[in-house]
Nanobody, 124 residues
Framework: QLQLVESGGGLVQSGGSLRLSCVVS????????LGWFRQAPGEERDGVAC??????STKYDGSVEGRFTISRDKSTVYLEMNALEPDDTGVYYC???????????????????WGQGTQVTVSS
């Protein structure tokens, strides 16, 4: 399994931006799917974005498409969040799993490695 450590969360006003970072340990020469989930208070964890390291393809939840961007630089995964809204508030988790395909899936059951989470709060 991978070890993932998130950082970059905080309090921001509606319309603002944040960049989350996730340092991933345990990567080998193989392929992986890496991504971000979030959990609002009293809600289930929902997939936000993911990418496949085999070809760099990405997938986004419809609620963040056009506002959030997932990227990777070696062993760090980023989530650039712009035009933040109060509904974006929650704990954001970095996730990963071994995967050699071209399309990642925003399903919590599919990822077997999770970080401890970082809080993002968007005030109105």
């Amino acid at each position: 399994q991978l070890q993932l450590v998130e950082s970059g969360g905080g309090l921001v006003q509606s319309g603002g931006s944040l960049r989350l970072s996730c340092v991933v340990s345990g990567l080998t020469s193989g392929y992986y799917a890496l991504g971000w989930f979030r959990q609002a208070p009293g809600e289930e964890r929902d997939g936000v974005a993911c990418l496949s390291t085999s070809d760099g393809s990405t997938k986004y939840d419809g609620s963040v498409e056009g506002r959030f961007t997932i990227s990777r630089d070696k062993s760090t995964v980023y989530l650039e969040m712009n035009a933040l809204e109060p509904d974006d508030t929650g704990v954001y988790y970095c996730v990963g799993t071994t995967y050699s395909g071209n399309t990642c899936w925003l399903s919590s059951a599919w990822f077997d490695s999770w970080g401890q989470g970082t809080q993002v709060t968007v005030s109105s």
